[in-house]
């Protein structure tokens, strides 16, 4: 197991969640909705360049999920994954907090960038609702992600489509639920509000994971896994496939 793997899942969701959230929390009035969608999706895309040579960037248990069902990662590397992504999630929304109660007049309480339904959303969706809407939102953004990372994709394009992904998500989401489609970006957020953002946190964990893991059948049906080819090979965005390596290592070879 890599671990410059590892620290970077935890960097890059503390990042993700310092960054994006943060900007939700502290700039949210000011920015609108559009801008908190343009936060979370440029600082995905600026990690995924950063850490998808090293980890895949996932930042994002639900990813990570449908890495696993996909065969493109082995269950010990997902569970530190998970294990990784979940802590730098808390550590992230930890500073947001702590941001947050230097500033007058931002509340935290029950806030804090959390997801929700009901009169903790914005058109007051209902719990069944949500609960689709982020079925749904999960599914296109863990989609894209197995897609485009696919050994068959178009080379030095993954950051691009990801980052852009999630922010037409956070479009269509804000109004919905806050938009999660990340269970550890919203749980460590929800631990710091508490209230009634950690009683409804459960859907914000199990919906997108739903959704990852559709997206990783579906995954298996447009883009099959070659028998041949190692799972450990191809849970890293940019790695190259186990036959690419070998043949440049018979250029090498040759050149020598």
Not at 14 to 21: D, E, F, K, P, Y
Not at 48 to 57: A, D, H, L, T
Not at 63 to 71: H, K, M, N
Not at 79 to 108: D, E, N, R
């Amino acid at each position: 197991m890599d671990r410059r793997a590892i620290v970077s899942e935890f960097i890059g969701t503390l990042l993700l969640v310092l960054l994006a959230v943060g900007a939700a929390v502290l700039a949210g009035p000011h920015i609108g909705d559009a801008g908190i969608a343009l936060a979370f999706g440029f600082t995905l895309l600026a990690l995924v360049y950063c850490f998808g040579p090293i980890s895949g960037c996932h930042v994002n248990p639900a990813v990570t999920l449908g890495f696993l069902l996909a065969r493109r990662m082995d269950v010990k590397t997902a569970v530190s994954y998970w294990v990784a992504q979940f802590l730098g999630a808390i550590a992230g929304a930890a500073l947001v907090f702590w941001m947050a109660k230097t500033v007058p007049g931002i509340q935290t309480h029950g806030k804090l960038g959390t997801n929700g339904w009901g009169t903790r959303s914005q058109v007051g969706i209902s719990l069944g609702g949500a609960f689709l809407v982020e079925v749904l939102l999960t599914f296109v953004l863990v989609f894209v992600v197995l897609a485009v990372t696919h050994r068959i994709a178009a080379k030095g394009f993954a950051g691009l489509a990801i980052g852009f992904t999630l922010g037409v998500i956070h479009l269509v989401g804000i109004p919905l639920t806050g938009t999660s489609v990340n269970p550890a970006r919203s749980l460590g957020p929800a631990i710091f509000a508490g209230g009634s953002a950690i009683s409804q946190v459960w859907l914000f964990i199990v919906a997108p994971l739903v959704g990852g893991a559709i997206a990783a059948g579906v995954h298996l049906l447009t883009h099959p896994q070659p028998a041949d080819e190692p799972a450990e090979l191809t849970g890293e965005v940019h790695r190259p496939h186990a036959r690419d390596r070998e043949a440049v290592r018979a250029e090498r070879a040759e050149e020598g």
